[in-house]
T-cell receptor, first 111, second 113 residues
Framework: SQQGEEDPQALSIQEGENATMNCSYK?????LQWYRQNSGRGLVHLIL?????REKHSGRLRVTLDTSKKSSSLLITASRAADTASYFC???????????FGAGTRLFVKA | DTEVTQTPKHLVMGMTNKKSLKCEQH?????MYWYKQKAKKPPELMFV???????INESVPSRFSPECPNSSLLNLHLHALQPEDSALYLC????????????FGPGTRLTVL
């Protein structure tokens, strides 16, 4: 069963623009992660935000977490064509090892 | 070496065949995972191994049989699969046991005829 829901499902922007993707989840979590997947390839871990953090930055990535709303957002600034990929949020249930991925956002960055 | 390798890259098999998928990592990670991913869908967890022992089986049909021969290797044995089992099978590993910062292999694209 899927815990995380993401919107938008697909996003098309021009190079240089910012891209924002949102994720919602249902259960209590210790942390939330974001992964990127290029077409038909393995996933790459991007960033992790812990439940006691509200915002985290890594290079052109900015992640926010609102545990009261059970939601997170990923902002990619100054997007590049190479950012074209699917982006998934992932949560692990509190006290467990089960990773659940959100439905994902497919990002297209046009050069 | 920060890579997870998977073989084969592509596999086509009939419903009566027996085949195996292989996954290998040399990062000393203590947890290893199998995921199934259908087109345009997120990965779905199948199995988790912690310290070479099966810790999670997400109610996967018995036609999928995982095996962890040692801390670096993870196999997925396939038998009597159905066409709906066609998917991308991803292996991952992580240092910790809590599913944090998983390293993924490139996957095996499986087609069941």
């Amino acid at each position: 069963s899927q815990q995380g829901e993401e919107d938008p499902q697909a996003l098309s922007i021009q190079e240089g623009e910012n891209a924002t993707m949102n994720c919602s989840y249902k259960t209590s979590i210790n942390n939330l992660q974001w992964y990127r997947q290029n077409s038909g390839r393995g996933l790459v871990h991007l960033i992790l935000i812990r439940s006691n953090e509200r915002e985290k930055h890594s290079g052109r990535l900015r992640v926010t977490l609102d545990t009261s709303k059970k939601s997170s957002s990923l902002l990619i600034t100054a997007s590049r064509a190479a950012d074209t990929a699917s982006y998934f949020c992932a949560t692990v249930n509190t006290g467990g090892f089960k990773t659940i991925f959100g439905a994902g956002t497919r990002l297209f960055v046009k050069a | 070496d920060t890579e997870v390798t998977q073989t084969p890259k592509h596999l086509v098999m009939g419903m009566t065949n027996k085949k195996s998928l292989k996954c290998e990592q040399h990062m000393g990670h203590r947890a290893m995972y199998w995921y199934k991913q259908k087109a345009k869908k997120p990965p779905e967890l199948m199995f988790v191994y912690s310290y070479e022992k099966l810790s999670i089986n997400e109610s996967v049909p018995s036609r999928f049989s995982p095996e962890c021969p040692n801390s670096s290797l993870l196999n997925l044995h396939l038998h009597a699969l159905q066409p709906e089992d066609s998917a991308l099978y991803l292996c991952a590993s992580s240092q910790g046991l809590a599913g944090i910062e998983q390293f993924f292999g490139p996957g095996t694209r499986l087609t069941v005829l």
